[in-house]
């Protein structure tokens, strides 16, 4: 098993920042990836972004050129760092991690954007 705890989340005004951290604990050692996801009311829930171990990135076209998602492998820890936020941006954030067989999702952490 895999446990993720997120943080981070908060009201922001339109063109504000603000940065995202999911730390895993457990079996760690078996994730291959990590990422995030968000969920606005009344949609389904979409990728944001995600990192595998080795570094390469995959961005949701909506965020590339805003966000940055990042990983610190020592700390088993993904960062989502969000710039020039829109009020489309207003939703739960989800941390995922992936390894071969499951894949396993936080708590979640609201983003408010709004003036």
């Known amino acids: 098993q895999v446990q993720l705890v997120e943080s981070g989340g908060g009201l922001v005004q339109p063109g504000g920042s603000l940065r995202l951290s999911c730390a895993a604990s457990?079996?760690?050692?078996?994730?291959?990836?990590m990422g995030w996801y968000r969920q606005a009311a009344g949609n389904e829930r979409e990728l944001v972004a995600t990192?595998?171990?080795?570094?390469?990135?995959n961005y949701a076209d909506s965020v590339k050129g805003r966000f940055t998602i990042s990983r610190d492998n020592a700390k088993i820890t993904v960062y989502l760092q969000m710039n020039n936020l829109e009020p489309e941006d207003t939703a739960v954030y989800y941390c995922?991690?992936?390894?071969?067989?499951?894949?396993?999702w936080g708590q979640g952490t609201q983003v408010t954007v709004s003036s």
């Open positions: 457990g079996n760690v050692f078996k994730i291959h990836s």
């Open positions: 990192i595998t171990r080795g570094g390469s990135t």
């Open positions: 995922n991690a992936r390894d071969y067989e499951y894949q396993y």
